[in-house]
């Protein structure tokens, strides 16, 4: 969903896509691959008239989508001209950090560049029938608390059988900023993380057993 400024023209048309954040900040838009195998990627779709005057537009992905968890964008490709533009709102409804929205485009010299503006764009992804987009459950093999953190959180691990496990928090953009090998596991054990080296904001704590990742976010309010 869209939020569009009415001094866009029809005509215009429109790509969207989902974009790994990681990707992202390192200026590539490739679209992920869901767990079914397929990129994550719409047609082109002709905005009309009606859609600018009632301010908003639903753009369908082709087919189901399930995406494992993680941090993702969703990116909007806006392919139009001068007599076709196609100008999306900025978000008043909610604050929003800085890495909330960001545009991508090329340099003076060509290349990939992307940069935030400040402003949260009006996309939302509408979940479940609506849109065609299914989030992948998660596997809840843990618990992380006290959640907001300080200065430490505590990791706490249940396996019924003896596995490898292994804790990783990354940022938003992908960066892992902590990294636990526990070796083998078996029953319920407790890590305690230290957080006051990290900055105030949301962060991913992923907990591989046997290879196969759980993720739950972590918020670190300071």
Do not use: C, H, W
């Not at 969207?16 to 990627?41: E, H, R, Y």
């Not at 709102?89 to 992307?114: E, F, H, R």
């Amino acid at each position: 969903e869209i939020g569009l400024s009415t001094a866009s023209v029809a005509g215009g048309q429109l790509l969207i896509s989902i974009v790994d954040t990681a990707s992202f900040f390192a200026d590539n838009t490739t679209p992920v691959v869901d767990l079914n195998g397929s990129q994550v990627l719409s047609a082109y779709y002709d905005l009309a008239a009606s859609e600018i005057a009632a301010g908003v537009v639903k753009v369908p992905f082709l087919n189901l989508i399930e995406l494992p968890a993680g941090a993702y964008y969703a990116v909007v490709k806006p392919e139009n001209t001068q007599n076709t533009e196609i100008r999306i709102l900025d978000d008043q409804t909610v604050l929003q950090p800085s890495y909330a929205s960001m545009v991508n485009t090329k340099n003076d010299a060509g290349a990939p560049t992307s940069y935030s503006n400040g402003n949260a764009f009006a996309i939302r992804l509408l979940m479940g029938d609506q849109l065609g987009v299914a989030e992948n459950a998660v596997n809840k093999n843990f618990e992380v608390y006290p959640n907001p953190a300080n200065a430490s959180t505590t990791v706490a691990v249940e396996v019924a059988n003896a596995s490898e496990v292994v804790i990783t928090i990354a940022d938003l953009a992908g960066k892992v900023v902590y990294t636990n090998n526990l070796g083998t596991v078996k029953g319920t054990q407790k890590v305690n993380v230290n957080t006051e080296a990290l900055n105030s904001g949301v962060y991913m704590v992923n907990v591989s057993v046997n290879g196969a990742v759980s993720t739950q976010k972590l918020v670190v309010r300071k």
